[in-house]
T-cell receptor, first 113, second 116 residues
Framework: GNSVTQMEGPVTLSEEAFLTINCTYT??????LFWYVQYPGEGLQLLLK?????DKGSNKGFEATYRKETTSFHLEKGSVQVSDSAVYFC????????????FGKGTSLLVTP | GAVVSQHPSWVICKSGTSVKIECRSL??????MFWYRQFPKQSLMLMAT?????????EQGVEKDKFLINHASLTLSTLTVTSAHPEDSSFYIC????????????FGPGTRLTVL
């Protein structure tokens, strides 16, 4: 079946540091890949997505590239801000699973001034 | 942007009672709504998918008689946890899909259920 594995948190970084959150997946066919972000007290929000191999999703300075050869979709940001503190979820939508999403466990990010 | 609300945001109940959680799409009509369950430090686990006017489709291992889902309109879905027990304590999250954006789900803020 489909599954997503992402790095354990929490991750603590200083402001302006480089961020990488690793995400790998297992799926049959050609899944779509997503990163969602959950700020404290709020619902999950779509951060970025990629629907086919080699696509790069980007938003708010975050990027992730769909790597089929390594089954990965790592999230990166060159310079994090305190306001980026949140929980980040990697997810996939299988090509044969309707519109339901499979999520990773989430990675908590804390950015300190 | 599209907003999904959940009510209540948290609830504490006694074992054996039933609890209803509402999920509303506030400014759009949702063709499909999803219910997820999240345990501490775990991923969101899909419980069921509901389409307006039809029976919900439950994931394997989810008891349909325990977790009753009603999707009476394009803006409202309800999850009723019947005869709740302490092991049902969890964080329940709904999401709504807009038909014209198949890859976009809008999530509610979640409901924390604690069963004593």
């Amino acid at each position: 079946g489909n599954s997503v594995t992402q790095m354990e948190g929490p991750v603590t970084l200083s402001e302006e540091a480089f961020l990488t959150i690793n995400c790998t997946y297992t799926a049959t066919g050609y899944p779509s890949l997503f990163w969602y972000v959950q700020y404290p007290g709020e619902g999950l929000q779509l951060l970025l997505k990629a629907t086919k191999a080699d696509d790069k999703g980007s938003n708010k300075g975050f990027e992730a590239t769909y790597r089929k050869e390594t089954t990965s979709f790592h999230l990166e940001k060159g310079s994090v801000q305190v306001s980026d503190s949140a929980v980040y979820f990697c997810a996939l939508r299988g090509s044969n699973s309707g519109y339901a999403l499979n999520f990773g466990k989430g990675t908590s990010l804390l950015v300190t001034p | 942007g599209a907003v999904v609300s959940q009510h209540p945001s948290w609830v504490i109940c006694k074992s054996g009672t039933s609890v209803k959680i509402e999920c509303r799409s506030l400014d759009f009509q949702a063709t499909t709504m999803f219910w997820y369950r999240q345990f501490p430090k775990q991923s969101l686990m899909l419980m069921a998918t509901s389409n307006e006017g039809s029976k919900a489709t439950y994931e394997q291992g989810v008891e349909k008689d325990k977790f009753l889902i009603n999707h009476a309109s394009l803006t409202l879905s309800t999850l009723t946890v019947t005869s709740a027990h302490p092991e049902d304590s969890s964080f329940y999250i709904c999401s709504a899909r807009v038909g014209r954006e198949p890859d976009t789900q809008y999530f509610g803020p979640g409901t924390r259920l604690t069963v004593l």
